[in-house]
């Protein structure tokens, strides 16, 4: 049985998420001002404040090149470790490994961008609005080379992960697809059968470990917008109207690409096996 739109699956694979805004530099963001603000703005939702600092090096031909920037990142993270908000001169992220489905998650990234616009900085547009999505899908008999990973997955995408040599299945399969849906917006799926897991432990703690032998198949799906023409201004209303239409993609290409026997395994609560 198909989903309906507003399901939520109690045992979905959704190991990390993202919701990412851009815009040209704002100094003011990096300042000790906007880290007081910030903090006074999170604390009682985020409290680990950690100042960081991300540097851009050029790698040409020769030895790497002097830094080209050297910016201070802020980020704010939850006690449990499962959620952040990273502020840097240039972009605001919300970041999470307990996804609470998208209308809880979109309350996080309103929070986030309102402390960022209270904090006072001249932001002058939006250049870019992403949502990244990463699934670790893991099932009862994962194997692939018998047809089967097409059992949950559409068989358009995992075809070729059933394809032997010398009655080996291939240990990495990997692939891409990239639509442009028109307006300035786009979405990449990369998916394949693999091993391990796509999402590491920091910088912030995952729900479980695997083993690097673990099978599973991923689904790495970003949905993202930049301006075709004039910069629109910055704005919390704008930046989320945009990220709302960023998500119907992410819903539709996932359900596209699996079957009800994954969808079933995935309505069962995580304690029923």
């Known amino acids: 049985m198909e989903a309906t739109k507003s399901e939520i699956y109690p045992n979905a694979p959704i190991e990390f998420v993202a ?5 040209p530099v704002s100094p003011e963001l990096s300042t000790d001002d906007a ?8 604390f009682d939702w ?20 002097p830094p080209l920037t050297t910016n201070r990142i802020l980020r704010f993270t939850s006690r449990n470790r499962r959620l952040c908000v990273v502020v ?23 929070r986030a961008l309102s402390a960022v616009a209270s904090a006072d900085a001249r932001i002058s547009g939006l250049t870019r609005v992403g949502l990244r999505y990463i699934d670790e899908i893991r099932v009862p008999d994962p194997e692939p080379g018998d047809g089967r990973w097409s059992r949950y997955i559409d068989v358009r995408l995992s075809g070729a992960a059933d394809i032997t040599l010398g009655g080996r299945p291939a240990a990495d399969m990997q692939a891409a697809l990239q639509f442009d849906l028109g307006e300035g917006q786009a979405a990449v799926v990369r998916y394949g059968a693999r091993r391990g897991q ?18 599973y198949f991923l689904f790495d799906i970003d949905s993202f917008w930049q301006p075709p023409s004039d910069l629109p201004e910055f704005s919390v209303e704008t930046a989320l109207a945009i990220a709302d239409r960023l998500h119907e993609p992410v819903r539709t290409l996932f359900e596209a690409s699996i079957t009800d026997d994954l969808r079933e395994i995935m309505r069962r609560k995580p304690s029923d096996g």
Do not use: I, K
């Open 88 to 110: 840097s001169p240039s972009r605001v992220s919300v970041e999470t490994t307990l996804y609470p489905g998208w209308d809880d998650f979109r309350v996080s990234v309103e």
């Open 35 to 42: 880290l007081r603000v910030l903090h006074a703005a999170l």
């Open 46 to 65: 985020l409290p680990v404040a950690q100042p960081e600092v991300e540097t851009t090096v050029m790698f040409g031909a020769g030895a790497p090149q």
């Open 19 to 23: 919701c990412e805004v851009q815009f």
């Open 198 to 215: 796509a999402v590491g432990n920091a910088p912030l703690l995952r729900g479980g470990s695997h083993g690097p032998d673990d099978p």
